[in-house]
């Protein structure tokens, strides 16, 4: 799911999720936890050719 600059996205607890910048974008990543909330689990980083996969395509 493509985001614009300024947007708020909220994962719950237990989501898994990606994201990343690509050769024409950029990407800052904040990390906040609400009290009583779970630790991000950091997983495996992505290679270039799975990120590039399933971005849509103009």
Known sequence: MPISAAETVKC???DEHW???TG???M???A???SGGK???WLEPVAD???DSVLPHS
Request: charged content about 10%.
């Open 12 to 14: 719950q607890d237990g």
């Open 19 to 21: 994201h990343g910048a």
């Open 24 to 26: 024409t974008t950029l």
């Open 28 to 30: 800052a990543h904040i």
């Open 32 to 34: 906040l936890v609400v």
């Open 39 to 41: 630790p991000a689990t």
């Open 49 to 51: 050719e799975q990120y």
